[in-house]
Every structure is written in C-alpha cells, then in structure tokens.
C-alpha cells in the first residue's frame, strides 16, 4: 500500500484505532473518509478536521452498506482503499443465556459487517491502482481471551477470510492487495481499555504500524512487536502457556 495519493474509506472511524489511522493517513495526503453510526460524532470531525469527509454507516444493515456503496461511487468515484475496522468487543458468560444476543452481535458487526463490506466495495477497488482492502484483526484471532469468546472467534474468521480473499484476488489478476492489521490489546474504549496500563498505548501502536507499512508496503500482515508472541504462539510452541496467560491461570 502506498502511503499518500489514496481515497481511503474507513469504517468504524469515529474512534479508537479507526479515528486515529484516519488522522494519520489524512496527515500523509490521503483523501479519508470516516464512516460509522452516530451522525453527531461525524460532524464533529469533520468540523475539527477540515478535508476529512464523514459517511453515516451501520454495518450491521445491508441496506445501510447498499446506500453507502452507491453514495460513495457517486461522491469519491476515485475510492482506491478500504479498511474495514468497525467492531465491538464485549465480555461474554458463555453459561448466561443472556450471552447469546451478545454473541449475535459480534457475528452481525465484526464478521458479517466485514464480509459485507467487501462484497459490496471491492467492484469499486478492482481495476484502480494501487487498490487495497485492509481488514482490521486482532492478535487474540490467534490464541483467544477466554472472557471473550465470540469476539474472538470472529476475528479468526475474518483472519481466515483475508487469507482466501488474497488468493481468490491474486488468482483473479484483480489488483488489489490484502492487508491485515493484527492489533494487541490498544488503550482505547473497545472493553475499557483507555486506562489501562497493560494495553499498548495507541499513539505508539498507530506509529510502529505505519512505519511497518511504509517499511513494507506489499506486507500481508502487519503486527506490531507487542502483539508477536501471541500471533506467533502456535507456530513457536507457546501456545498453551499463551493461552494460560490470558485465561489467567
């Protein structure tokens, strides 16, 4: 991915890391466009960020996605990357029989909202140059938090999706890159991480990625030294003490 002279379409931007990454590629001469759910955090943005333009989006509503993809081709026809960040992360008691429209949720948003999102922008991405779709992960699609259970189930899934979207795009000489952001746990609100002091504070993790991708612009994956022992658990063996870990035992 290049790192200016883009149209990027962010979801989930009105904050966390998708607001921070709209700042900074909006800072390097990208045209960025913030998408999400609350029209008044939207104007807020764009009023304090001039240049920035706002998308009200629900990926969670089909036809909230359809209404965004044909405004989008009408109004940033030149739209060449799409990063797909909008997500929750709740806690789950899997014995609760109240967990489970918490898990519907994680499945509509993080996974359906996703896939969605790909199959409705990517007629727009495949034949611009230097088109990409970037879908944010987690480290925990590696080795689960076990109190999260869906949410990380769902980031697996979309591990594994982006795998296959880059082989079928490969294969399909379609011209666009792949890229997924595999985070470690970053101080802002998904789960009240904004104090804490074991998260990777977001400022550090919004340079370290970026400086990742300008070192490598064709990279796949892009992880942060904080999130490697978790996302190279399996493959070096400590898996089992990683998960150990972060069950708490």
Do not use: C
């Amino acid at each position: 991915m290049k790192m200016t002279g883009n149209t990027i379409l962010i979801t989930g931007g009105t904050s966390g890391i998708g607001l921070g990454l709209a700042l900074r590629l909006h800072e390097a001469g990208n045209k960025v466009v913030v998408a999400g759910r609350r029209k008044e955090l939207l104007d807020e943005i764009t009023a304090e960020h001039p240049g920035i333009d706002a998308l009200v989006l629900d990926v969670a509503d089909p036809d909230s996605i359809a209404l965004a993809r044909e405004t989008v081709a009408a109004s940033h026809p030149e739209l060449n990357v799409l990063v797909n960040n909008a997500g929750i992360m709740l806690r789950e008691n899997l014995l609760d029989p109240a967990g489970l429209p918490v898990a519907e949720d994680h499945v509509m948003i993080n996974l359906l909202g996703t896939i969605r999102m790909t199959y409705a922008f990517l007629p727009l991405l495949v034949g611009k140059d230097d088109a990409v779709v970037m879908n944010v992960t987690s480290s925990l699609a590696f080795v689960p938090f076990p109190v999260t259970p869906t949410y990380n189930a769902t980031k697996a899934a979309l591990h594994s999706f982006s795998e296959s979207l880059r082989i079928q795009l490969a294969g399909a000489d379609a011209g666009v890159q792949v890229v997924e952001v595999v985070p470690p746990g970053v101080r802002t609100t998904l789960l009240g991480q904004q104090d804490d002091d074991h998260a990777m504070p977001l400022d550090d993790f919004l340079t370290e990625t970026l400086d990742l991708l300008r070192e490598k612009p064709d990279a796949k994956e892009l992880v942060v030294e904080r999130a490697r022992f978790i996302r190279d658990a399996e493959a070096n063996g400590s898996y089992d003490n990683v998960l150990a870990m972060l069950s708490g035992i």
